[in-house]
């Protein structure tokens, strides 16, 4: 069972049309959630890490948030720019070292 | 944010010989850093993990004696890929962990693309 769940796998959305992506997790302990973007051919973006539930963070058109079990990243009046694969990862209390990532959301936002 | 750099950002090599990856974290100390692959269209896979001064922790099935890991001091760590063969084509991603006030933000480099031909 994968420890870091992303949904949906692929994401189409219309230039102005807000959505959100999910990032969910089944092992406690989280230590952190960590959003990154990553563009074709290109390594991952730092978005945003978040540490205790209720947490929020903002950038631009985007604001990450963080529940018990889930985060959610928010995109408000995407741009086709946005388009891209946001990536989810966390770190556990137990092998706090290393990220485990979901497998990743496409994102593309047509004009 | 802080900068993460890979140098070469793309090789081409032929099978058998070695090829040298660096990462250098520009702006910051980093004690950890972290190598990944990445295969087309799926998610990064942790190599292994290196702190500075330190031997490198690597993930089950990644071979050490193929995969060298060096943490020569706190902004560079340099992957050598050994007798390289045409399944080691990949992309190669390197992170490295800056820790502010007891919390950590990890960036990552722009990757290297390998080709072996």
């Known amino acids: 069972e994968d420890q870091v769940t992303q949904s949906p796998e692929a994401l189409r959305l219309q230039e102005g049309e807000s959505s959100s992506l999910n990032c969910s997790y089944t092992?406690?302990?989280?230590?952190?959630l960590f959003w990154y973007r990553q563009d074709p051919g290109k390594g991952p973006e730092f978005l945003f890490t978040l540490y205790s539930a209720g947490e929020e963070k903002e950038k631009e058109r985007l604001k990450a948030t963080l529940t018990k079990k889930e985060s959610f990243l928010h995109i408000t009046a995407p741009k086709p720019e946005d388009s891209a694969t946001y990536l989810c990862?966390?770190?556990?209390?137990?092998?706090?070292?290393?990220?485990?990532f979901g497998k990743g959301t496409m994102l593309l936002v047509s004009p | 944010g802080a900068v993460v750099s890979q140098h070469p950002s793309w090789v081409i090599c032929k099978s058998g010989t070695s090829v040298k990856i660096e990462c250098r974290s520009l702006?910051?100390?980093?004690?950890?850093m972290f190598w990944y692959r990445q295969f087309p269209k799926q998610s990064l896979m942790l190599m292994a993990t290196?702190?500075?001064?330190?031997?490198?922790?690597?993930e089950q099935g990644v071979e050490k004696d193929k995969f060298l890991i060096n943490h020569a001091s706190l902004t560079l760590s340099t992957l050598t890929v050994t007798s390289a063969h045409p399944e080691d084509s990949s992309f190669y991603i390197c992170?490295?962990?800056?820790?502010?006030?007891?919390?950590?933000?990890?960036?990552f480099g722009p990757g290297t693309r390998l080709t072996v031909t």
């Open positions: 702006d910051f100390q980093a004690t950890t």
């Open positions: 990862a966390a770190t556990f209390i137990e092998g706090y070292s290393t990220l485990t």
């Open positions: 992170s490295a962990r800056e820790v502010i006030l007891g919390a950590y933000e990890q960036y």
């Open positions: 290196s702190n500075e001064g330190s031997k490198a922790t690597y």
């Open positions: 092992v406690s302990g989280l230590r952190g």
